[in-house]
């Protein structure tokens, strides 16, 4: 059934690039500037990723009968959700310990390679290595990577359903840009709360999504 297909394919891509909402508060409440071509920039990369991990999915999807794969497919994306909701709870309680705070941007700088894409990605403000107020495209790069790494899972499930890579992969892209601006318009009007709530929307919306696909499809 297409049109119920479709409604999975926007959650995922929602859920996907809420993320980018939470980075985008952080950036407006200190008033960071992410131009546009580096938010173009962010968009291409997680798309990219996003976009391979489908691939793989469905090479998995082609090989199974369709009643496994909703059960693989959706398995994963309930994991998903559960995960980030777990996440989520151990960055709460890292908030309410005044001893357990994120490095400052202005002390601190991010390693290189894979730990520094893992530092960025749970502290967005270092991004802004050179502390110019803007991220510029290398910089974006490095935030896009980290972004991406939470949307394989996603990507796999969606590949294991039999969901359109192309409109899966450009959902996710314009979503993409959509959220870093809500994100960075909201941190301007000191919606820090926004940022907050989107994990728990993301993870849970994840698991309803999961749990639809292994009971109805």
């Known amino acids: ?24 508060v952080s950036y407006g409440l200190r008033n960071i500037n992410v131009p546009f071509a580096s ?35 959706g398995g994963l994306i309930i994991a998903a959700g559960i995960w980030v909701l777990a996440q989520e709870a151990v960055m709460r309680r890292g908030r309410e310990r005044p001893d357990d705070r994120p490095p400052r941007a202005d002390t601190a700088r991010p390693r290189s390679g894979f730990r520094q894409i893992i530092t960025i990605l749970n502290h967005p403000l270092l991004a802004d290595q050179d502390f110019s107020g803007h991220i510029d495209p290398r910089e974006a790069t490095a935030l896009a990577l980290g972004l991406t790494l939470n949307n394989i899972p996603n990507g796999l499930g969606a590949g294991l359903l039999g969901l359109n890579a192309w409109l899966t992969t450009s959902a996710v892209f314009l979503l993409s840009i959509i959220t870093i601006w809500v994100g960075i318009s909201g941190g301007h009007l000191g919606y ?21 696909e292994v009971v109805f499809q």
Do not use: E, F, K
Request: proline share 4%.
């Open 1 to 24: 059934m297409p049109s119920l297909h479709l409604v999975t394919i926007v959650g995922l891509s929602v859920s996907s690039n809420l993320d980018n909402v939470g980075v985008g």
């Open 39 to 73: 938010n173009l920039l962010i968009a291409g990369v997680t798309a990219s990723g996003t976009l391979l991990s489908i691939v793989l999915g469905q090479a998995i999807y082609r090989g199974l009968s369709p009643p496994l794969t909703a059960v693989l497919g």
């Open 192 to 212: 820090r709360r926004l940022g907050r709530s989107t994990g728990l929307i993301g993870g849970w919306l994840l698991i309803v999504i999961g749990m639809y």
